[in-house]
């Protein structure tokens, strides 16, 4: 048994002072930290620096780490020429992002308290590095294909790489789960059977979805600037499904949406309806130019959001707390400490639901990961505690994964 207890504890009732959690790989208790010394004698004391707060483990959903050798190969401003430049330039990248490369990129999120992260992973390259990292890793195996040709030896390949993730060891902490890239880029027949799989094994799943305004013209029209680009890549002239076909086939398995930047009202509420969520990327989104996700009406439509990196394919860094920065100046019209506290929840309680993971909360049960932010003197005021959290800090200065120390 551990007993960790700091100035103030993120709560689900809110920031709580006085007060000490003793844990395993679980949290056994919460009370003050008399009450646990007393009743647990035994167990190992951990301090925490004065202005600490205790929060539960961040939650990054959406990272591609095979990209993470980016750093001006890739090209920014809108979504076209990055596609290009990811088509002209993954075979290297891909190439120059060894293991340590990866590695160094789980430990600077561990550094900013992010203690589960989901990786997309369209090679399986990142397996191994997965199952080292300290970290837990709900592994997305990502299906890519729109060509019905190649469909079938595609989804073979898909699925050897889901099976692969389903035998890691437990120690490893990863959680197998499935992507589908985009409704550009995958045939709806494999589509469907990756979807059905997911649902057989209870996998968490995930898309990319109206991420610009290419996409949405593709889709609905056949026209824009993907035309020009299926037709040089893939000599296709017709996009293989629409925004309607695509978001129905996810109808019966609640799925983790990445980006709907382009989404309208109708769709967006919709995708509350059928109880979906969505991964927001305020960095790539403003880096590849493709708008703003109107985060301040998701609420009254009920549809729950995570704020998550994205890869280092349109990102400067897989720091969550600078990404938190970030949506802050992209949503500079909203109410600044409400955002702050929306965006906490959205690395911890709502992440861990949409993920289905039994973390995100500080309360008895709950799994024992943890991040200690230190604030660089006494917050005045309990309400901004949230708001200082996310300004102050560019690293954490304590992190735990399943009880135990990680850094
Ligand atoms: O989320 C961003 C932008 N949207 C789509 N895909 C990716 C992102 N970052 C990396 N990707 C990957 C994706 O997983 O780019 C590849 C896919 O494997 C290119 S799709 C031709
Ligand atoms: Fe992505």
């Known amino acids: 048994m551990k007993i960790i207890q700091s100035d103030y504890i993120y709560t689900p ?50 990272v591609h780490l095979e990209f993470s050798a980016n750093k001006t ?33 789980c430990e600077a999120m561990m550094r900013s308290g992010v203690t589960t992260f989901g990786a997309i992973s369209s090679f399986g390259n990142e397996l191994e590095v997965c199952e080292k990292a300290p970290q837990r890793v709900v592994f997305y195996n990502e299906l890519i294909g729109s060509n019905a040709q190649y469909a079938d030896m595609l989804y073979g390949d898909f699925m050897e790489r889901v099976k692969a993730s389903q035998s890691c060891d437990k120690a490893s902490l990863i959680i197998p789960a499935i992507a589908i890239h ?5 045939h709806p027949i494999i ?22 305004q290419a996409e949405r013209e593709w889709l609905e029209k056949g026209e ?51 109880g979906h969520t969505i991964a927001h990327c305020p960095r790539s989104n403003r880096y590849l130019g493709v708008g703003r996700l ?41 109410p600044i400490e409400k955002l702050a506290h929306s965006f906490i929840e959205s690395i911890t309680s709502n992440a861990a639901d949409i993920l289905g993971l039994n973390n995100g909360r500080i309360a008895v049960g709950k799994l024992a990961d943890f991040a200690v932010v230190t604030l660089p003197e006494v917050p005045k005021r309990e309400e901004e505690i949230a708001l200082w959290t996310v300004l102050h800090t560019k690293e954490v200065s304590q992190v735990f994964v399943d009880g135990e120390k990680v850094l």
């Open 224 to 274: 824009g600037e993907l035309k020009s680009f299926f037709k040089k890549y893939f000599n296709t002239e017709v996009p293989v499904t629409n925004i309607q076909e695509f978001m129905y086939a996810f109808d019966t398995y609640p799925t983790h949406f990445t980006h709907c930047v382009q989404a309208n009202k109708v769709e967006l509420e919709y995708l509350a309806q059928k």
């Open 294 to 334: 109107p985060i301040e009406i998701l609420k009254d439509l009920g549809l729950k959001y995570s704020v998550a990196t994205d890869g280092l394919s349109s990102n400067d860094s897989l720091n969550i707390l600078d990404e938190l920065r970030a949506g802050l100046m992209l949503h500079h019209q909203a």
């Open 182 to 186: 985009s409704p550009y880029s995958v």
């Open 13 to 62: 009732l809110g920031y709580q002072e006085n007060l000490a959690v003793a844990f395993t790989d679980t949290i056994k208790e919460i009370a003050t930290l008399d009450t646990l010394k007393s009743k647990y004698p035994q167990a190992e004391v951990i301090e925490t620096a004065a202005n600490s707060v205790l929060y539960p483990g961040f939650i990054n959903t959406h």
């Open 191 to 212: 589509l469907q059977k990756a979807v059905n799989v997911a649902k057989q094994y209870k996998l968490p799943l995930s898309a990319h979805f109206l991420e610009s």
């Open 73 to 105: 190969s890739l090209k920014y401003g809108s979504f076209m020429p990055w596609l290009d430049s990811v088509i002209e330039h993954r075979e290297d990248l891909v190439g120059d992002c060894d293991n340590t490369v990866m590695m160094g990129e």
